[in-house]
């Protein structure tokens, strides 16, 4: 049989066969008369075979019923027409017809099939189509009865089975296998797309990462732990200043360049970090540099794990050069000690709330707060006052914008509520949204200074008011000197009545206390020594004794205490006593009440004065020992501003004022290097300190000064000294003290040559050198002064005698011309007895002629 039969047509061979050899059999039998021959015999085996083989057919027919039957895919069975010849369970259910319904008719047109099989009826017969398509397999849309449609894959096979036809045919539902494969298909969609964003993300995650580093500056490392090798890039090398091939890639590279005081305790970071008994690698160390320097770096790492999350396998990081941030944060600590320790006041705060953010220590300690109180809860108004701050906000902070400093003087309001003149610097900085975050000041406390600026000025005022005084007091004693000079020339040489004599007297008199002005003004100037001696403080007391007595108001109680075996100091007694009567009165008309005591003290002692003191001329204090004078009152005492005031000239508490007061004792003070320090509250009384600097025991040749009291010359005098004496060229720009001078030379025997300054006593002296035996000389002159008239003179003649005049003091009048020359003076306004005294001591002799 043909391996290609049917089921079908393997039953019809088999049953065919079976009738024949059953025919065949009986037919031999009827032959041979019943007998079984051996081709008997072999064709009841062969019919046994063909029992058994049907046998076993049926049982095949029957298993493949069953599997039709049963099977998850529809089966059904075709004849040559493909009208349908069997319908199996599953058919009924996959395409709603039941097995009745379908039977019989044609398969396309029940199912209403497409694709491949819907051209079978349009072209050729079904029989002619199957015989290409069995054995295939077709994905076709089926329809449901109801109408809906449904994928479905169906195999043709031409078996020609018993109750099934010609040909069956196999479908099969594929709707959830075609879902599946469109969610499968979509999601290797949603899959390739995730991956190449992700591939995308990735290069460019790495693109990124490579320019941040770039970017950063920073060397990456990847230490091996398995194999000790360990990976530095070139930016790592770089950093070090090599080139990537001079470095290897150990760990002995690292070990070998870094500090090696910070080696070990690297490692044991690492060892730490690797054991987990810290949360991170983060440490700072140095390392050599190729050019020999140490570079600072910032390294940070992490561990990479094994598989199974505990074993670390690799340490990967990065290093930071951060030899510039090092040196930054250096600076940054020493210019923080200096602010912390600078004795200017450092503050800042928030541009917009006015929340002070720092304060160090000087200003801390000025405003009065403790270290462990928070300085974010004052606020910058609370240092000043309410107009002061509101003139910060509004008109000084705006200029400093865009980084731009302000120097300025502020008033800072100190925590006892005082304001403090300071002189300050602001400045803004910080980027805020409309205006900078933060600004600064830094303020230096100008109390001192403005202080001190007073007593400047209060110096300067004094020192101006001196010049004056003293230009005064010039100009006044020329004047002077004329009506005394004349006056007297007028009593000496003129018979005059009684009554003349008695005005002329006047004059004198008059004049004698003008002079006396003239006096405390030149004293008040401080060029007002007249006659400077040693003298005893005590012995100057004592004999004013008397004088003070009447002198002072009814009712005062005067008590002396001296001090035995006082030293000497060198001063004019006139002065001294002005002082201490001046003092003495001031002191007597202060108090008032029962109990009045004016004490006198004297004393000696180091200079120095005590904090409330208030000390003027103190330029003259030294550390040698001072004879003071202490004049105290239990009077109503003064008040700051009276004292501030006391020495200011024509400054008076009294309804009506004396001469110059206190400015005259300063000035009288003074001239003499001594120190005057004042003890007064109101209620208190007043102690006035006078100290003069002691006079060694060793100081010789002191001058003693001019005795301005002694008599003229007589008549009979003048008379003897009568005849050529020589030749005086008077120089002076006053035309009275000049005619004066020339007539008191003149009466003594002297021709005279009369020159209106010291440019003409230079022209008169060229012109006349060989007879001139000497020159008086002034000093204060228009055109030429004195001093440089001197120098002139000196060129024509070096040895010219020369007797200066001049309203100050022969001290300060011989110190301009450093006390080196020879030269005679005579104080203005000069008394006849003194002038001649001087020119008679000068031993004027007439010129000789030269060869």
């Known amino acids: 049989m043909s391996e290609h039969l049917s089921h079908s047509e393997l039953q019809l061979e088999l049953d065919a066969a079976q009738e024949t050899i059953g025919a065949l059999r009986r037919r031999l039998a009827s032959l041979e008369g019943g007998h079984k021959t051996p081709f008997v015999q072999q064709l009841t085996i062969y019919q046994q075979r063909i029992e058994e083989e049907m046998a076993r057919l049926k049982v095949s027919q029957d298993w493949s019923r069953a599997l039709v039957e049963n099977a998850m895919d529809a089966i059904v069975g075709l004849d040559d027409k493909g009208n349908i010849t069997h319908w199996n369970p599953r058919a009924v259910k996959m395409f709603g017809w039941s097995k009745g319904e379908a039977m019989g008719r044609n398969l396309l047109r029940l199912l209403r099939l497409v694709h491949e099989l819907s051209e079978i009826l349009e072209t050729k017969t079904f029989a002619q189509h199957f015989g290409a398509m069995a054995g295939q397999s077709f994905e076709i849309l089926g329809q449901h009865k109801s109408g809906h449609g449904f994928p479905i894959e169906c195999v043709m096979l031409a078996m020609g089975m018993p109750g099934y036809g010609a040909y069956v045919v196999l479908f099969r539902d594929i709707s959830d296998r075609k879902k599946a494969e469109a969610i499968l298909k979509q999601s290797n969609a949603e899959l390739e797309r995730l991956v190449a964003e992700r591939t995308k993300e990735m290069h460019l995650s790495e693109e990124r990462f490579s320019l941040a580093m770039r970017g950063a500056n920073d060397g990456l490392w990847d230490w091996d732990l398995q194999t000790n090798h360990v990976y530095y890039s070139p930016r790592w090398k770089q950093m070090l200043g090599y080139e990537e091939h001079e470095l290897g890639d150990t760990l002995d590279t690292w070990k070998q360049l870094v500090h090696p005081d910070e080696k070990d305790v690297v490692l044991r970071h690492v060892q730490e970090y690797m054991t987990g008994k810290s949360l991170a690698f983060d440490t700072e160390f140095r390392m050599l540099h190729k050019s020999g320097r140490w570079v600072d770096v910032l390294s940070r790492g992490f561990m990479v794990f094994a598989e199974d999350k505990r074993t670390p396998i690799r340490l990967v990081g990065t290093h930071v050069d951060i030899t510039e941030r090092k040196r930054v944060e250096n600076e ?31 200003a801390r300690e000025k405003f009065g707060i403790l270290p462990q109180v928070n300085v974010q809860d004052f606020k910058f108004s609370d240092f000043h006052s309410g107009e002061e701050a509101q003139r910060i906000v509004t008109s000084l902070l705006p200029q400093t914008y865009g980084g731009n400093a302000l120097e300025v003087e502020l008033m800072l309001r100190h925590f006892d509520g005082m304001d403090m003149p300071t002189s300050s610097v602001l400045m803004s900085f910080g980027e805020g949204q409309d205006a900078p975050e933060y600004f600064a000041l830094v303020a230096r406390d100008l109390s001192r200074e403005k202080e001190l600026q007073k007593q400047v000025e209060h110096v300067d005022r004094l020192e101006s008011l001196g010049v004056l005084a003293g230009g ?65 403080l005590n012995h100057i007391v004592e004999d004013m004794l008397s004088l003070l007595e009447v002198s002072i108001s009814k009712g005062v109680e005067l008590n002396l205490a001296l001090e035995p075996m006082l030293p000497d100091i060198l001063g004019d007694v006139t002065q001294i006593r002005q002082v201490i009567m001046n003092l003495a009165i001031n002191a007597s008309e202060a108090m008032s009440g029962a109990r009045k005591v004016l004490s006198i003290q004297t004393c000696i002692k180091i200079c120095e004065a005590s904090s409330s003191d208030v000390v003027v001329a103190q330029e003259n204090m030294g550390k040698e020992p001072y004879v003071y004078l202490v004049v105290r009152d239990t009077g109503c005492g003064m008040d700051e501003e009276v004292k501030r005031k006391l020495f200011d000239p024509f400054f008076t508490t009294k309804f009506t004022g004396r001469g110059l007061g206190m400015s005259a004792v300063l000035g009288i003070v003074n001239g003499h290097h001594g120190v005057i320090a004042l003890q007064s509250e109101v209620g208190q009384g007043s102690a006035f300190h006078i100290g003069f600097p002691a006079l060694k025991s060793e100081t010789a040749n002191i001058n003693r000064g001019q005795d301005m009291r002694s008599e003229p010359m007589s008549q009979q005098a003048l008379a003897d000294n009568a005849g050529y004496l020589g030749t005086v060229l008077v120089i002076d720009d006053e035309d009275m003290i000049r005619e ?28 006349h050198a060989d007879e001139i035996s000497a020159v008086l000389l002034d000093l204060t002159m228009p055109v030429m002064d004195g001093l440089e008239c001197y120098g002139e003179l000196k060129l024509i003649n070096p040895d010219v005698k020369v007797i200066l005049t001049s309203g100050y003091s022969e001290e300060d009048a011989l110190a301009m011309f450093g006390h080196k020359e020879k030269l005679g003076f005579i104080k203005k306004p000069f008394r006849v007895a003194q002038f001649q005294k001087v020119v008679i001591e000068s031993e004027i002799r007439p010129s000789l002629p030269k060869p």
């Open 472 to 536: 005064i007091a010039h100009d006044f004693n020329n004047i002077l000197g004329a009506i005394m000079g004349n006056a007297e020339l007028l009593r000496r040489n003129h018979h005059l009545d009684e009554s003349a004599t008695t005005y002329v007297q006047r004059i004198e008199e008059s004049s004698e206390r003008a002079a006396d002005l003239c006096s405390q003004m030149l004293a008040y100037s401080g060029k007002g020594k007249f006659i400077i001696e040693p003298v005893n």
């Open 740 to 767: 004066i001078a020339a007539s008191l030379l003149s009466d003594m025997g002297y021709k005279v040559l009369k020159a209106v300054d010291g440019q003409d006593g230079v022209h008169q002296f060229a012109e």
């Open 332 to 362: 940054m600590r020493r210019l923080a000690n200096i602010v912390e320790s600078t004795s200017d006041f450092v503050a800042v705060a928030k541009l917009a709330t006015g929340q002070v953010e720092y304060l160090n220590k000087a």
